[in-house]
């Protein structure tokens, strides 16, 4: 058995909404079983306590060996309204999760370390490597001159657990897991977007909540073509990049004021979820303007000033971990 003590001083905790907000921990030891003991930091907790585990590993996802897991529902789409509360939104989410699988461990991001898509920030590089752990790790030294190739080679996990004392009877062990992918915009043969963890060859999943802007300006093609998306048009008129925004201090979210079918644009069987209010078609298509006279396929007219394009990720990317969820 191993403890793990950390002496906290009282006056620099800062507290928010009342409840404390501690800067993580960071600590490494040799073992031939992977666990996290957990259970001497419920001795004194009062209400449910949230865990994020980021595990960092050589070609490799990780889940726990003593727990249920399941795979967080991604590339829901979801309304407008979802983007001024992305925070309560995920909170249901997360909670209607935990009660259709009780005492289960969400995988919330699985990827490899130096890559994202989209990416809220850029992705991980060495120093970030380095500050998680990768600089104890004996068989990264030897790859210290060819950056591109430490970043590539590592996997990285995001495991959410929500617990109180009476929920959680033992410590968390890790386990290999096979590599999932899941949360992009890549449609099946039928043309409906891909959903859930996938078996895949390499890890990529995330944790993606769409919210779509369908085009309401002048159209000037004969025969538009509805179902192509990108980002926002630029001042060129041609299309920028999906811009990914990061869910934040999901741990302050409010909880029990919302419910999950008042943002999801449509149903949801696998969490038994029905949506709220009509749900959004396409719109009748703009004003259509003579065809323009090019070899292209079709143009548009101006852009909607001020409206929000692109993907809300719940996980993202792990550099915005290393640095804002700060919490225990």
């Known amino acids: 058995s191993k403890f793990f003590v950390a002496k906290v001083a009282a006056e620099r905790v800062k507290f928010e909404r009342g409840m ?140 959410h657990a929500r617990y109180t004392k009476e929920s959680l009877g033992s410590d968390l ?22 959903s859930g963890g996938q078996a895949a060859d390499q890890n990529n999943f995330q944790s993606r909540y769409i919210i779509r802007h369908p085009w309401t300006g002048p159209i000037a093609c004969e025969r538009p073509q509805r179902g192509v998306w990108g980002g926002p048009p630029d001042e060129g008129g041609g299309r920028s990049e999906p811009r990914a925004v990061p869910a934040q201090d999901l741990a302050f979210a409010p909880r029990g004021k919302v419910t999950l079918g008042m943002f999801v644009r449509e149903d949801a069987p696998e969490l038994d979820v029905k949506a709220i209010g009509p749900t959004e078609g396409d719109p009748p298509g703009g004003v259509v303007v003579p065809p323009v006279k090019k070899s292209c396929a079709c143009g548009v007219v101006g852009a909607r000033e001020g409206a929000v394009w692109g993907t809300l990720c719940a996980v993202g990317l792990a550099g915005a971990a290393i640095g804002r969820r700060r919490r225990r």
């Open 20 to 159: 404390a907000t501690l800067s993580p921990l960071r600590f490494h030891y040799d073992s031939e079983q992977f666990a996290l003991p957990i259970r001497l930091g419920l001795v004194n907790a009062k209400d449910a306590q949230d865990l994020i585990v980021h595990i960092l590993a050589k070609g490799d996802r990780y889940e726990v060996a003593n727990y249920p897991n399941v795979i967080a529902p991604t590339n829901l789409e979801v309304n407008d309204a979802t983007r001024d509360q992305f925070g309560a939104f995920y909170a249901a989410l997360f909670d209607r999760v935990l009660q259709k699988h009780p005492k289960a461990i969400v995988t919330e991001y699985s990827w490899q370390a130096g890559s994202c898509d989209p990416c809220p920030t850029p992705p991980l590089d060495l120093d970030a490597l380095a500050a998680l752990g990768a600089d104890v790790l004996p068989s990264v030294g030897d790859e210290v001159e060819d950056p591109g190739a430490v970043t590539g080679s590592f996997v990285l996990t995001r495991l």
């Open 173 to 194: 062990v890790f386990r290999r897991a096979a590599a999932i992918r899941g949360g992009r915009e890549i449609r099946t043969p039928s043309g409906a977007l891909e």
